[in-house]
């Protein structure tokens, strides 16, 4: 794997036009599809994840392979650097995952059926985010130090969206939060597997990179 970093300063992203430049979350998306040439959409194999450090943009880019380096980016603030196996053999870690937590509404049919396709809904509450967490963690090999997490509100990230064959607009939110603390890996494999494909929903627009510090033995 390959772990990337760009810094883009505010001017950049205030100014840059092109294809709608930088004003949400979906523009943030196309703009780093610009980082893979020729790659179809279809095969995305990537995670990112994008932090306004308070002095511009902060963005991650976690791959496969080497990404290029798109014009929107200066050369000095773009770096890449091989993620070695042996990073994901440690059996803790400190970790940062910004995640967008949801769950499905049941819905029913006039006979009181329920549905198959069910509305999701943001999970908001603390205990509610801690038990979604707790839930994907055992999925993917890790468990959670409870009494080291914090659970970070970011603010709700709003999109526009065109389809290009009817130039139909569609709207739509994210509910984004930032988990931190101590994990522990119960499945080697497993983990692994999940740090490379990423936890949860909305990974096309900058959700579920787990962000790792490995920690000694206990």
Not at 42 to 70: H, K, M, N, V, Y
Request: hydrophobic content about 30%.
């Amino acid at each position: 794997m390959i772990l990337t970093r760009a810094l883009i300063s505010y001017e950049i992203a205030a100014r840059w036009q092109k294809d709608g430049g930088f004003r949400d979350s979906y523009s943030w998306h196309k703009r780093i599809w610009e980082a893979f040439p020729g790659k179809p959409e279809a095969g995305r194999d990537f995670l990112t994840r994008l932090d306004d450090t308070g002095e511009g943009f902060r963005l991650l880019i976690q791959s496969p392979e080497q990404p290029t380096r798109p014009d929107w980016c200066p050369e000095n603030e773009w770096e890449s650097r091989p993620i070695s196996d042996a990073f994901l053999s440690h059996q803790q870690y400190h970790f940062s995952l910004l995640a967008n937590p949801t769950r499905k509404r049941v819905t029913r049919d006039e006979q009181g059926n329920r549905k198959k396709n069910g509305r999701r809904e943001p999970i908001v509450t603390r205990e509610d985010l801690i038990a979604w967490l707790t839930r994907k963690a055992a999925q993917h090999g890790f468990e959670i130090d409870t009494s080291t997490l914090k659970t970070i509100p970011r603010p709700r990230q709003a999109f526009t969206k065109k389809e290009k064959s009817t130039e139909t607009r569609h709207h739509g939110t994210h509910t984004a939060t930032e988990f931190s603390g101590i994990l522990k890996v119960t499945a080697p494999t497993l983990f692994q597997q999940s740090v490379r494909t990423g936890i949860g929903s909305a990974k096309a627009f900058g959700f579920g990179m787990l962000c790792l510090s490995p920690l000694p033995k206990p």
